[in-house]
């Protein structure tokens, strides 16, 4: 069978846990990376079955992830998280969060080659109220850091772990390629770098890991991160 990981995963609100949901229906093994701050409310959910309705399959039985993975895809390796977020109480419990630490998790769990589909649905930009005219450079690198840097950095590290015929997807907004007031904080320039590098990504991962390299335009979809801004 096929095994999927669907970073970006937190709740059954977003794109991430619908097209877990969809993976799962086609009959794929379905592992979630989630961000450390959200992973406890996450783990709660699914404990107390507060999620059943939305992980009900068509033929009635109930989605289960094969493993739920920490994963701050700001950080490549441990060793890059600053002292301050790696004692942090929700990520100092959870090993390494990084998306090297991903990796290795992953090779250990089901051995050198655990992926068939790899997807990015994680995006994050912390001054997305702020036009870009108001943007500070931090937020802006923040933008481009967590939802752009964040794919290349998965495709470096989990290339390797992908058998032949794998391929990579992620998610963005028409606000990279046209005016869309509201996708402040350097959001849009986040979204236009992920679709050019993904046309990069494909040349190069194709060549070097045999993985096809995708992104697609979603429409609006109240998911968490969506609501913050208002969609
Ligand atoms: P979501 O909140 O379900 O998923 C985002 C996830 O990212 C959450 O689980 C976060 O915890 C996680 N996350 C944040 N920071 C980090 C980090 N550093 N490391 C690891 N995880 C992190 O929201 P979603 O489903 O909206 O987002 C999934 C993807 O879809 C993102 O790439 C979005 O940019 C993209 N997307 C969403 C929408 C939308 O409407 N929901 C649109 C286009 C693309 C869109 O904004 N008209 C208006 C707006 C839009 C489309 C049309």
Same mark, same amino acid.
């Given at each position: 069978?096929?095994?999927?990981?669907?970073?970006?995963?937190?709740?059954?609100?977003?794109?991430?846990?619908?097209?877990?949901?969809?993976?799962?229906?086609?009959?794929?093994?379905?592992?979630?990376?989630?961000?450390?701050?959200?992973?406890?409310?996450?783990?709660?959910?699914?404990?107390?079955?507060?999620?059943?309705?939305?992980?009900?399959?068509?033929?009635?039985?109930?989605?289960?992830?094969?493993?739920?993975?920490?994963?701050?895809?700001?950080?490549?390796?441990?060793?890059?998280?600053?002292?301050?977020?790696?004692?942090?109480?929700?990520?100092?419990?959870?090993?390494?969060?990084?998306?090297?630490?991903?990796?290795?998790?992953?090779?250990?769990?089901?051995?050198?080659?655990?992926?068939?589909?790899?997807?990015?649905?994680?995006?994050?930009?912390?001054?997305?109220?702020?036009?870009?005219?108001? #943007?500070? @450079?931090? =937020?802006? +690198?923040?933008?481009?850091?967590? $939802?752009?840097? /964040?794919?290349?950095? %998965? #495709?470096? @590290?989990? =290339?390797? +772990?992908?058998?032949?015929?794998? $391929?990579?997807? /992620?998610?963005?907004? %028409?606000?990279?390629?046209?005016?869309?007031?509201?996708?402040?904080?350097?959001?849009?320039?986040?979204?236009?770098?992920?679709?050019?590098?993904?046309?990069?990504?494909?040349?190069?991962?194709?060549?070097?890991?045999?993985?096809?390299?995708?992104?697609?335009?979603?429409?609006?979809?109240?998911?968490?991160?969506?609501?913050?801004?208002?969609?």
């Amino acid at each position: 069978g096929r095994r999927a990981l669907v970073a970006g995963v937190a709740d059954d609100n977003g794109f991430g846990f619908a097209i877990a949901k969809a993976l799962a229906a086609a009959g794929a093994s379905v592992c979630v990376a989630t961000w450390p701050p959200a992973l406890n409310i996450f783990l709660n959910l699914i404990e107390r079955g507060k999620i059943d309705d939305s992980r009900r399959l068509a033929d009635g039985s109930l989605m289960t992830f094969e493993r739920i993975y920490p994963l701050d895809a700001t950080f490549d390796t441990l060793a890059d998280a600053p002292e301050e977020i790696r004692t942090n109480k929700r990520y100092a419990e959870r090993g390494d969060f990084s998306i090297e630490g991903l990796a290795t998790q992953l090779v250990a769990d089901f051995g050198e080659k655990p992926l068939d589909i790899v997807v990015h649905s994680l995006a994050n930009g912390p001054e997305v109220k702020k036009p870009l005219l108001e #943007v500070s @450079r931090h =937020g802006y +690198l923040a933008a481009v850091s967590a $939802s752009a840097y /964040s794919m290349v950095s %998965m #495709v470096q @590290r989990l =290339g390797p +772990l992908l058998r032949p015929g794998g $391929s990579f997807s /992620s998610l963005t907004y %028409m606000a990279s390629e046209r005016v869309i007031p509201g996708y402040g904080g350097g959001m849009s320039s986040a979204k236009a770098a992920l679709e050019s590098d993904t046309r990069t990504l494909a040349f190069e991962a194709g060549r070097k890991f045999g993985a096809r390299v995708n992104v697609i335009s979603a429409g609006p979809y109240a998911s968490r991160a969506a609501s913050a801004i208002g969609i």
